[in-house]
């Protein structure tokens, strides 16, 4: 494998990605020549190439980098992409972003976070703690934090805080001195195949926690006696089944205030400034790495109540008396529910219109029941249709099978340009609906839609 010190040009196929574009800008940082290439201009990408990299968005030979020391690569990408295929027949060192990220953290204290919810807020949570409270980090987030408008930063202590992805079993690269196990639903069954392999495979990552390890999860978890480390620690809301919970929790305007105990130690007064009684549960959780890391109590409880949130993550674009609008990339019947179930938890006296847009087809075909059930939540739903991401249409799976098993009589299915001309409409009739929480979610491109839906609330 290559030494990560001789690496000097690193080009990317798919820097747009979350994780990938996180890996640019780490080699950016440390003064490498990085390029690549991704299918759209995005608001992402626009910022790399505002930081100096450069990015071109045509699948072409002529534009490749043909001195690269290094090719990253997305798993998401087809085998017959022509720049994959060109470097792969010229033998150029060709990495997964697991691969790199491996090197990177191969010499450090790594605190990974995995799971198949909750993994990118409670990584972004632990890194903006270690930042703000001065202890120093190196980040490598699955989002972008709103408080640094980032998903990556360096600092010169030598510990790295990763987002660990089950996708693809890429966390089995990592080698954590914490690890966080938040969930381990079935999730991504195109890889896995059953949900049994998808447990196998967060048992597996808990496996490569270093000898004196830690391992911090959540409550209640299927197979948690199966999970390693040579400390656990429980965390969740049910006092009788975490070690680490929040206690004596009030909701004020969208914000909670809380105490959190733990064993024989209590934090009091925090505040977290952000929606969703799930995000407190995740704050439980970073909150436990920072003791473990004896970070002073007053720094953690400024650092939580400094936290904006990150984007598409509970994150409120527009918080009226009359109107309150959150965006959220929950994409699984478990998110969704959540999601749902914490936002009309806060704001319980407004009627909740959610609009999602399904993704993946294979995700909507082996949850639809679910997914169905998680809907009915809300007041009122808008189903848009499949986001396919890498992906071809499957035979008889679209979200009318959705709408098909739903219950509720309000809902319906619109494509998006149909979908702006009903908000109009319903614009013009608020005045007779009262208070109103409106949700998009969903992991495709609904974001696209959020500045034109804020646009034509504000008229």
């Known amino acids: 494998m290559i030494d990560i010190k001789n690496i000097q040009r690193i080009y990317f196929i798919g820097i747009g990605g979350i994780g990938m574009s996180a890996l640019a800008r780490y080699f950016k940082f440390h003064g490498r020549t990085v390029s690549g290439y991704d299918k759209t201009e995005t608001v992402l990408t626009k910022q790399l190439a505002e930081e100096g990299i450069e990015i071109h968005y045509e699948d072409s030979v002529e534009k490749l980098d043909k001195t690269a020391d290094v090719v990253v690569y997305t798993p998401a990408i087809p085998a017959t992409q022509l720049q994959f295929q060109f470097y792969k027949e010229n033998n150029f060192e060709l990495l997964k972003r697991s691969d790199v990220l491996g090197l990177i953290t191969a010499g450090s204290f ?95 990552f808990t496996a490569k926690l270093k000898p004196e390890g830690i391992l911090i999860h959540k409550q209640g978890l299927a197979k948690a006696a199966s999970l390693h480390g040579s400390k656990k620690v429980i965390y969740g809301l049910d006092k009788s089944l975490a070690d680490v919970r929040p206690v004596n929790i009030t909701m004020n305007s969208g914000s909670y205030l809380f105490d959190v105990s733990g064993s024989g130690w209590q934090l009091q007064d925090v505040v977290l400034n952000m929606g969703g009684l799930h995000n407190v549960e995740n704050i439980t959780a970073a909150i436990a790495v920072a003791k473990e890391l004896q970070i002073d109590d007053e720094e ?20 009226r008396e009359d109107l309150v609008f959150v965006d959220d990339y929950a994409h699984h019947p478990e998110e969704l529910r959540a999601l749902i179930t914490g936002a009309k938890g806060l704001f319980s006296n407004m009627r909740c219109i959610l609009i999602f847009q399904p993704h993946l087809f294979s995700r909507t075909r082996d949850f639809a029941d679910g997914f169905a059930e998680s809907l009915d939540l809300a007041d009122e739903v ?61 992991a495709g491109d609904i974001d696209t839609l959020i500045e034109p839906i804020k646009q034509i609330i504000e008229k």
């Not at 270690?130 to 980040?139: I, M, P, Q, T, V």
């Not at 409880?301 to 918080?319: N, P, Q, T």
């Open 300 to 319: 953690i409880r400024s650092a939580v109540e400094s936290f904006k949130g990150v984007k598409r993550r509970f994150e409120y674009i527009l918080k």
């Open 110 to 204: 790594n605190i990974c976070v995995a799971g198949t919810h909750g993994k990118t807020t409670i990584t972004t949570m632990i890194a903006h703690i270690l930042r703000d409270s001065g202890y120093g980090c190196n980040a490598f987030l699955g989002g972008i934090a709103v408080n640094y408008e980032s998903n990556f930063w360096s600092n010169e202590r030598n510990v790295c805080v990763v987002e660990a992805d089950e996708y693809d079993r890429s966390f089995l690269k990592l080698n954590p001195d914490i690890a966080v196990v938040t969930a381990m639903d079935a999730d991504h069954l195109d890889i896995y195949g059953t949900a049994e392999a998808v447990e196998s495979a967060f048992i597996d």
């Open 382 to 442: 808008v189903v848009l249709p499949i986001y396919p991401a890498r992906e071809l249409p499957i035979e008889g799976v679209t979200s009318q099978l959705l709408i098909d098993k739903m219950k509720t009589s309000n809902k319906q299915l619109l494509e998006k340009e149909s979908l702006l001309e009903w908000m109009n409409s319903m614009a013009g009739k608020r005045t007779n609906q009262g208070k109103t929480l409106l949700i998009t979610a969903g």
